[in-house]
């Protein structure tokens, strides 16, 4: 499986290595965001993940693959840059990434920066399924989706594909909208280029949903009960209008000794421009020393 990355900044900076969410490039990582990290000497490196952007894709049904296989591709993407240890930022799944290597290597991680994410172990998944399926949420689940989000994606498992890249693009847009939240303006234009750059980018765009194929194949894939194991200094990011893991921080935060939580004012399930300087400083401060 070929994975495409690409690093910037000197060698000799300290590392950082972004993993973007479940089905998404690591373009999705802004290029300004990156660009503040390494004027602030860090040596970043993005990646995309297995299925999505310029990284191979596969049959799953011929060569099928489990979300261990996912995460060990942070390794393999370590190891392709010479890192022996870095400091992971993690956003939405790739959080969830992030958690799971601190907990399993711990001498590979430097500090952990989970931004939008869930706790290790918390089935978000099923919350996220129970949710959109409209069943209960048992005693104990973590804070479900907020209803524009379960609305949205009613309408979009019922609906057919679009057939062309321009209503593709639509519908990208349209989701990034929701992802986007209600607390700043959404910028339509920007988000078109964006995502007429992930559209256009992608080897093959259906495969992304090989990583949800890979979810049902490995349901158990997230330790339970194991967050007080992780041992790198840790930031936790969230939104103050995340839509679709809402209150999720707080508790990563309260699970991870010594955690720091941080409430990004308007932020959504995106990093736009409004915050970009903000959570980069944050990430710069935490990654220091």
Do not use: C
């Not at 070929?2 to 900044?9: A, K, P, T, V, Y």
């Not at 790739?94 to 918390?122: C, D, M, N, Y």
């Not at 920007?190 to 890979?214: F, G, K, P, T």
Request: hydrophobic content about 40%.
């Amino acid at each position: 499986m070929s994975i495409w990355s690409e690093e910037f900044g000197a060698v000799t900076d300290a590392p950082i290595l972004l993993i973007m969410g479940s089905m998404s490039q690591g373009v999705l990582w802004p290029d300004e965001f990156v660009g503040r990290l390494v004027a602030g000497g860090r040596r970043v490196i993005r990646y995309d993940h297995r299925d999505t952007g310029r990284s191979g894709t596969v049959d799953f049904a011929a060569d099928p693959y489990t979300w261990d296989d996912i995460k060990d591709d942070v390794y393999r993407v370590m190891d392709a840059h010479g890192l022996e240890s870095a400091h992971l930022v993690g956003h939405s799944a790739g959080g969830l990434l992030g958690q799971f290597v601190a907990v399993e290597r711990p001498e590979r991680v430097r500090s952990l920066t989970v931004i939008g994410s869930s706790p290790l172990g918390g089935g978000e998944g099923r919350v996220i399924m129970r949710a959109l399926m409209g069943q209960p949420q048992p005693e104990g689940s973590l804070p479900e989706p907020v209803p524009e989000f379960v609305a949205f994606y009613r309408v979009l498992m019922a609906a057919p594909p679009p057939e062309d890249r321009r209503a593709r693009i639509d519908g990208m847009i349209a989701e990034q909208r929701v992802l986007h939240g209600s607390g700043l303006p959404f910028d339509e234009d920007a988000a078109r280029r964006l995502q007429e750059r992930i559209h256009d980018r992608a080897r093959d765009l259906s495969a992304v949903v090989n990583h949800r194929l890979a979810a049902v194949a490995t349901p158990d894939f997230e330790p339970v009960g194991v967050l007080h194991r992780v041992t790198a200094p840790t930031l936790v990011i969230e939104g103050s209008h995340e839509p679709v893991k809402p209150g999720h921080g707080a508790i990563i935060a309260e699970r991870i000794p010594g955690a720091r939580l941080m409430i990004v004012a308007g932020m959504g399930h995106t990093l736009p421009p409004e915050v970009r300087e903000e959570v980069a400083a944050a990430t710069l401060a935490h990654t220091a020393g």
